[in-house]
Nanobody
Framework: QVQLEESGGGLVQAGGSLRLSCSFSGGVFSEYVMGWFREAPGKEREFVVSLRRTGDGIWYGPTMKRRFTASRDNAKNTVTLQMNNLRPEDSGIYYC??????????????????WGRGTQVTVSS
């Protein structure tokens, strides 16, 4: 059974940075498209980034690309999300997700088969 575990969340002031990590176990990591999503209170789940199996294709949500950088290490079964110049509206629970269903990067959360428990990110103004 695939398991995902996020880490690296916390409290940061606006303009600061955080680096999230997701560790993958229980499957062949390189067979999965990986993604990050976030949820804020009272808002729908929002797509952050999706990474192709090989890591050479990365697709960001519309408001993230200039500030967020994602990568994956298929040797270490990890995905990281470097978030810079954080804003209060970036606050929320950040979830790592894995898709065996999709062959390509996708922002459709319904196509992700496994989810982590999430890590809280809070950006103060």
């Amino acid at each position: 059974q695939v398991q995902l575990e996020e880490s690296g969340g916390g409290l940061v002031q606006a303009g600061g940075s955080l680096r999230l990590s997701c560790s993958f176990s229980g499957g062949v990591f390189s067979e999965y498209v990986m993604g990050w999503f976030r949820e804020a209170p009272g808002k729908e789940r929002e797509f952050v980034v999706s990474l192709r199996r090989t890591g050479d294709g990365i697709w960001y949500g519309p408001t993230m690309k200039r500030r967020f950088t994602a990568s994956r290490d298929n040797a270490k079964n990890t995905v990281t999300l470097q978030m810079n110049n954080l804003r209060p509206e970036d606050s929320g629970i950040y979830y790592c997700a894995a898709s065996i269903t999709s062959r390509y990067t996708t922002g459709e959360d319904r196509l992700y088969d496994y989810w982590g428990r999430g890590t809280q990110v809070t950006v103060s103004s």
